[in-house]
Structures are given as structure tokens and as C-alpha cells.
């Protein structure tokens, strides 16, 4: 099978690291992979910020985590179950929202192509994290770290910015089983 396709079909979203450092070297590697995603008029409205440092990953949880509940209150209605079962896993684990990942790296755009653009850097450096060994994932909820201004000023979040995707990267414990998937919807003409 195409070396592509085969990333494509077995990477998984990890929610569970090993301690283990993510080298440096590898950590440029899956950068320069965001950084060669298309962008819309070559625009590359992209910047990344690299958290590795432990204090640093505990003062984005706790700017995240309130924020998250928030969100997930929204939904309590609607889906008592999956907001219980959320807001359990939220309470219990020591960091429901990075998952003591190793690694978050931050992709930070601007501008009137970033929301076209930027989740395509997000990707490739999902992909290329797979093709080094290493897992990742895509956290919604730590991204909601924009009301806290000492987490702004150490993203150097300007006002104009938006936060497209904390990548967590680092050593997998385990990969998940492939979730369900449903058939894609096609019409052809």
C-alpha cells in the first residue's frame, strides 16, 4: 500500500504518553511538515509555539479546563450521557486536557486565509508525527486558553491571532482501535 494512504488509515488520535521526551530534532521535523501544508494564496498564516516545559503545560491546564467544563454544560441537556461521562473523565484524570503529553505545539494564524489554511498544517504534522513513531492529537479544549493573559502573553497572542490546534506529540502508551467510521457521501456528476 502507498506509505501516504497507509498514515492516513492508521493514525490515530493518542490520548496516552509515555514520559519520554520528544526529541528536538523530531519536534522540527513535524513542524516543517505543518509549514509545506497548502495554504490559500501561499498565505502561510501560520506560527507555531512549542510547550515543553512542565510549569508551563500546568498554567495552560488550568486557563483550559474551567473553560472546557463551560462548553460541555452546553451539551448537558442534549446528551446527559456523553456530558457525564465527560465531565468524569474530566475530574479524574490529572490532565484531561493535554494528557501530560510530552510535546504541545501550538498553531497560531492570522489573517483571511488562517481558517482555510491552518487545520491543513494541523494535519500534516499529525501525519508526520505517525510517520516518526510518535502519536498525536488534535484538543479542541486546550485551545480555550485565550481569557487567561498570562497564557497570551506566553503564546505572544496577538488580538488579530487564533488559536487552530494544540498538536499533542510524544511517545504512545497504545493506539486506539479505529473508531466507526461511516461511509463517505458522494454525489457524482
Known sequence: MNAVIDAINKRRSVRAYEGTPVTKEAIEQIIEAGNEAPSAMNSQPW??????????????????????????????????????????????????????????????????????????????????????????????????????????????LLPEEKIYGPILIGHPKGYPDRPPKKGPVVKWV
Open 47 to 156: 506560527r507555531f509555539v512549542v510547550v515543553q516545559d512542565a510549569e508551563a503545560k500546568k498554567k495552560l491546564l488550568r486557563a483550559a479546563l474551567p473553560n472546557a467544563k463551560k462548553i460541555l454544560d452546553l451539551v448537558k441537556d442534549s446528551d446527559p450521557e456523553r456530558h457525564a461521562a465527560i465531565m468524569k473523565r474530566l475530574d479524574e484524570q490529572p490532565d484531561p486536557v493535554y494528557y501530560s503529553a510530552p510535546a504541545v505545539i501550538f498553531v497560531i494564524g492570522s489573517g483571511r486565509y488562517a481558517d482555510h489554511s491552518c487545520p491543513l498544517a494541523c494535519e500534516n504534522m499529525m501525519l508526520a508525527a505517525h510517520a516518526l513513531g510518535l502519536g498525536s492529537c488534535w484538543v479542541g479544549f486546550g485551545s480555550m486558553v485565550t481569557e487567561t493573559p498570562e497564557i497570551v502573553q506566553l503564546l505572544d
